[in-house]
């Protein structure tokens, strides 16, 4: 389990984060979105250890991290910017891993290189921008690491490769309990793969919840009133978002199917049909509800 | 239940991780091969192709006092080079945000990274540095050279480079915590070797430029630049330890240089450890530093550029050079910084109070209304007061007094020379003392003799300051030297031929040979036993060839003390001989008191032209006399037993030796040129009672002590054997003998 507590990094004048508190529960995936300059990064450098908060601290599993050399056996983490040794191949990383981290699984190295279709013996500096964030992702897998943070990971790799890469950590969380905490700016890469979501803003944790729970709460619905239905009828509802074009409503509204159903069905209306919503919308209207306008703050 | 833990997992525990520190050591390997390389074509490479000469052979001596010499001096260069290339490959990964984020996620400590760095610098360099050592000795042996003396000059050379290696990888190292980019890394290591030599260097110019009579060289001595710098301490070290000339290397230096490796590493693995890795890709990561470094540099970027422009000429240039100076250097070092040169001008506040800062010191020095250096001048009651041009002493307070009000007179009297700062007067320097006087310039047109003394203060620090007075009207300065005269204290150095000489040592010169030049001088004492010494002294002695005379022109001047001039040969011929010892002695102690300093004691190298037999007596005392392998004497040498005759070993005897007597006096009275002769046996005994040392300095003799009119030629023996010296009669007995003298 990951504890974030009050959390503050300030860089010369710039507050990054400002007592950032979150727990991530292990086992989860953890998507952490937020626009650029969020203080995703920082906070993912603050807990493998990299930075040290001003303030505030970062647990994992009761520890801290910061210079914790064994408990970070347990954490892989992946750059946004690739790192590797100069003039290296995959092997000569793999040997570098395997001195650092005594978990490092050379099987699972070898079959991964494998399935990436990676030439282990060709220069990483020969490779393309995609195949070095694949590079680093199969070496980060390969350690079986407890807990991965991975900075915009997604970004950069193609769509069979980012389905490959998603359903690896799938794979990982399902067998081994790994806990992924994924930092992106784009919520659609998360929404297929996170259970959890917090959001950064500002150097704030806005919102932090269950992607389940969310969409279980909240639902879009459209549908076509008899001529004789008041609007009204519908108030029992708690709308987030109403539109219409014509006699066709398009509604958001917070509230399990039965409670839904319990108001729309009585009114016996012309059409009606739930949609289910992109996470994108939820975070709209969530973030709509608590006054921010969404589109500044995720794009 | 027993946890039995490995010794990497013991490591492991402590912060240090043996896999990840041996994994950077390996991955070292492009450093360790480009330091082998520099290595090999600079240390077994050239003995081979020195060795291998056919046309030329490399002797022993050769290779020895100079050849190796000549290596280690390459050598220390090298690992200094070594040190710096390493530290900051080794730091190489903390300058870059990419890669500090890799490695700082790493499950390592900041320890196991450090620890890493400097185990992956001291191997790859001792690694290589070992190799080329033993190859060089594998070269050495080859050519039958290897002998414990050569070995031993080879390990020190050794040991030397290694402690400075280490002494700069500290340096390296703490720059490369400090900085955040290796470009900076490296420039950071030049400013810490550097700018303590720099900015010192800078307030001697000012010093020397404001204060007309500040004696720069008494305070920039390389002693004093030895201990702002490792690089003067190093080349010391190389210097003094494999001998390519005599230096002084203290074991101060040593333990100086001790402290600073251990401080630094010590110190750089804690600020490391609170090292912001978020800082790392800028050039300073601690903005404090960051000011600091570029307010010390802006200092002598100001003042040099001054003092070039200053050299225009006139005031205005100056002031535009420091202008030009601090702007130009603030705007590079702010660009450097800063890795823009939009930022050229952040903090240009900060500027402005700098310059005004430097300005309004710089006149205040310069308009003598901070005069902090005179003010440092401590109390009379805590120096010891002399006024001494080492000849004549003054000690007593009164006397000094009186010199001090006289000296302030002849600021109005300076004629040529740089010009007394109009603000300054010597009598208002209330905590200056008159310390010493030295005349350096005479001029015998009494129209225009003039005398150029040094007045030297001494500040609480015990920093010396001299001032040079030009051309004093000489009418002036007698004055000063009535009172010396007067002085109780005062004693006349008068150093009579018959001397006696308490002390005579003779030690042999270990590698001295002046066959080829002065160059290959060593002068490392290897006193021989008395016995040993006694005789060879004796030996000296009562070689037919010494002389107990120099020519000047068409005079032979007598000269007892100045025995290593007492060869009556050219330059060729004297360079020719071979030096095989030195002569040390030292007067009683008696007449140590009266003596003037030059002749308490004195050293004189031994030269033989029939060398041979003199070397045949030579000991060897162990392994290390072999050195002196370019004679080519095996160990048969003569032992001293076979000595038949021994002659004494006192100057004394020496003297006695000659068996000469004076035989005659000759007075010139220089203003009528009128030439007295005297023979009679009395009037040359009361002649010599009222001269002046034979041999003593002429420089001062006519403002003195002696008589300036007249000059005394002393001949001893007759005919062609004759050797006449040159003195003066004492001026205050000049009427003692008017009558033969008239």
Known sequence: MIRIKDVTKTFGAIKALDGVSAEISAGSIYGLIGSNGSGKSTLLRIMCGVFLADSGYVEIDGENVYENSKLKQSIVYLSDEQF??????????????KSVY?????VRFVKLTEVFGLDPNRKIATFSKGMTKQASILLGLSVHPKY????????GLDPVVRQLVKRLIAEEVAERKMTPVIASHNLRELEDICDHVGLLHQGGILFDRELDDMKLNIHKLQLVLREETPIDALSPLNILDHSSRGRMHTIVCRGTTEEIDAVILPLEPVYYEIIPLTLEEIFISEMEEKGYDFKNVIF | MTLKMSFSDRMSSRGVS?????FTIKRMWPAGLLFFIIFFFTMPVPAVLSLSSISDPITYTDYYSSFIPTINGIFMFTSVFSAVFAGCYALRYLQSRVSINFYHSLPETRLSHYTSALAASTISYILSAVINELLLIIVTASAGFLKHEMFSLIFRGFGACAFYFFVFLSITIFA?????????QFLMTGYLVGILPVIYGCVMLILDDVFNYFDISSLSSMNVYAWLTPIVRATRAIDSITGIRKSEYRLSYFIFDLLIIIGLFIGSYYI???????????????????SFIKYTLLFPATYILGFIFGEIGSYGWLYFGFAAGALLSFMLINTVFNRTAKAMFVGFKGLIIYFVLFITIYIAINAGTLRFIDYAVPQASEIQITADNRLFTIKDKATIEKIRDQMKDFNKDLKDGKAVPSNYDVSSVEKGLFYQISVDKYNNDEATRTVSPEVTYINAAGMKMTYDYYGINYSYFSEIFELIRSSENFALQYIPSNTEVEEFTFYAVTTDNMLDDYGTSQHEKDHIDNEAGHNLSSIYLSYGLYKGYYEDGDYKHFDPIRLYGAFNVGDSEYFNRVSIGNIDYRVTADTYGTSSYRYRSNTMPLYFDNIDSILSLIPYKDENSKIYGWYGYGDDRVNFSNVKKF???????YLNKLSLDIGSIIIVNKTNENMVTITDKGDIAKILASCASVGYPSIISDFTVTHPDYVVFINYGTGEQAISCLTWLLADRVGDISDIIK
């Open chain 1, 84 to 97: 590797f040794l100069p003039h290296s191949t995959m092997n000569d990383m793999a040997q570098f891993y």
């Open chain 1, 148 to 155: 991965m943070f991975l900075d915009e990971t997604f970004d």
């Open chain 2, 176 to 184: 490369g915590i400090l900085t955040g980019l290796t470009s900076i």
């Open chain 2, 272 to 290: 490391y450890k609170n090292r912001k890795s978020e800082r790392s890709g800028t050039p300073i990561i601690f903005p404090r530093v960051a």
């Open chain 1, 102 to 106: 005594r978990s490092f699984d050379m």
């Open chain 2, 647 to 653: 002659l004494g070993s006192s100057l004394e005897d």
């Open chain 2, 18 to 22: 043996i896999s990840y520190v041996s």
